[in-house]
């Protein structure tokens, strides 16, 4: 079980552009061998008709998550933004001008893991979670947190998004320029399976978020044995940064792989970045809001 990094409470407000991804099925369609897995959010897999590819989910506006959230509740999104505005420890919001036309969406966090604010510069917050109409009692009763009746009194009864996952979006090309700025941090990268290993590893590839150094995702025990992905999805893995030693990765997540595979992987991976996924989901993210 992974352990992320401890989030550091400090001042809040920095810029970004926010986009809204509906994640309605998360069920990826099976694929051949060799093949490494990602969680299973979705209960049976209809027969008939077959999921649709990532390529095909249904994009959401997020001016639709405020004005149309009735039609939303319940369903899984993704928000990518800058301007983040700290309401208590639980609460913060992300607005923007051109992409939210104005709206604020309040973010509820029940991760367990406060915030990690200021953000690097440049880089944005990514949020993925169910809308939902913000009841402070309804959340107290359901998740265990307690938001403070007066701190989110202006967002009770609006739309508000129920943070499952909270991570960086680093600013394109940082992964691999400067990856010091966010190892041992969480983060989210949107690329494209480009190598398949086995269960326990793969590769992704996208020159603007990783330029022409692929990245290793390492697929931990809990991500095993759930829906299957295929190399050519686009993902949003999001997960711990950290440098690859071979060693200690295998004391830590007893990863499958055999001699081969462990040599190459140390010779083409030693001190590189890798990344300790923790999530796993379709990306429909347009190349513009990254």
Same mark, same amino acid.
């Given at each position: 079980?992974?352990?992320?990094?401890?989030?550091?409470?400090?001042?809040?407000? $920095? @810029? *970004?552009?926010?986009?809204?991804?509906?994640?309605?099925?998360?069920?990826?369609?099976?694929?051949?061998?060799?093949?490494? $897995?990602?969680?299973?959010?979705?209960?049976?897999?209809?027969?008939?008709?077959?999921? @649709?590819?990532?390529?095909?989910?249904?994009?959401? &506006?997020?001016?639709?998550?405020?004005? =149309? &959230?009735?039609?939303?509740?319940?369903?899984?999104?993704?928000?990518?933004?800058?301007?983040?505005?700290?309401?208590?420890?639980?609460?913060?919001?992300?607005?923007? @001008?051109?992409?939210?036309?104005?709206?604020?969406?309040?973010?509820? =966090?029940?991760?367990?893991?406060?915030?990690?604010?200021? #953000?690097?510069?440049?880089?944005?917050?990514? /949020?993925?979670?169910?809308?939902?109409?913000?009841?402070?009692?309804?959340?107290?009763?359901?998740?265990?947190?307690?938001?403070?009746?007066?701190?989110?009194?202006?967002?009770?009864?609006?739309?508000?998004? *129920?943070?499952?996952? /909270?991570?960086?979006?680093? $600013?394109?090309?940082?992964?691999?320029?400067?990856?010091?700025?966010?190892?041992?941090?969480?983060?989210?990268?949107?690329?494209? /399976?480009?190598? *398949?290993?086995?269960?326990?590893?793969? /590769?992704?590839?996208?020159?603007?978020?990783?330029?022409?150094?692929? #990245?290793?995702?390492?697929?931990?025990?809990?991500?095993?044995?759930?829906?299957?992905?295929?190399?050519?999805?686009?993902?949003?893995? &999001?997960?711990?940064?950290?440098?690859?030693?071979?060693?200690?990765?295998?004391?830590?997540?007893?990863?499958?792989?055999?001699?081969?595979?462990?040599?190459?992987?140390?010779?083409?991976?030693?001190? @590189?970045?890798?990344?300790?996924?923790?999530?796993?989901?379709?990306?429909?993210?347009?190349?513009?809001?990254?």
């Amino acid at each position: 079980m992974l352990t992320p990094h401890k989030y550091q409470k400090s001042s809040w407000n $920095t @810029r *970004i552009g926010a986009t809204v991804i509906a994640l309605t099925a998360l069920l990826l369609p099976a694929c051949e061998t060799p093949q490494a $897995t990602a969680p299973d959010t979705t209960t049976e897999a209809p027969t008939t008709p077959p999921p @649709r590819p990532v390529a095909e989910q249904d994009n959401v &506006t997020a001016p639709e998550v405020s004005q =149309n &959230t009735q039609e939303l509740i319940g369903k899984l999104v993704t928000v990518r933004g800058q301007d983040i505005n700290r309401v208590n420890d639980k609460v913060f919001t992300i607005s923007d @001008r051109e992409v939210l036309g104005g709206e604020t969406i309040a973010v509820v =966090n029940t991760t367990g893991q406060p915030v990690n604010l200021p #953000l690097p510069q440049d880089s944005r917050l990514q /949020v993925t979670g169910t809308v939902a109409t913000l009841d402070p009692n309804t959340i107290k009763q359901e998740y265990g947190v307690d938001l403070g009746q007066n701190q989110v009194a202006e967002y009770a009864g609006k739309p508000a998004i *129920i943070a499952r996952s /909270v991570a960086l979006a680093p $600013t394109p090309g940082e992964i691999n320029e400067n990856p010091q700025a966010y190892y041992n941090k969480v983060i989210s990268v949107p690329a494209n /399976v480009s190598e *398949i290993y086995g269960p326990n590893a793969f /590769v992704v590839e996208d020159k603007e978020v990783l330029g022409v150094n692929p #990245l290793l995702v390492i697929v931990t025990d809990k991500l095993k044995d759930k829906a299957p992905i295929k190399e050519g999805e686009r993902l949003v893995t &999001t997960g711990t940064l950290r440098p690859f030693v071979v060693s200690e990765i295998e004391r830590e997540y007893s990863p499958v792989w055999d001699a081969p595979l462990r040599t190459r992987l140390e010779k083409e991976y030693s001190q @590189r970045p890798v990344l300790i996924a923790e999530g796993i989901y379709p990306s429909a993210v347009p190349l513009g809001t990254r």
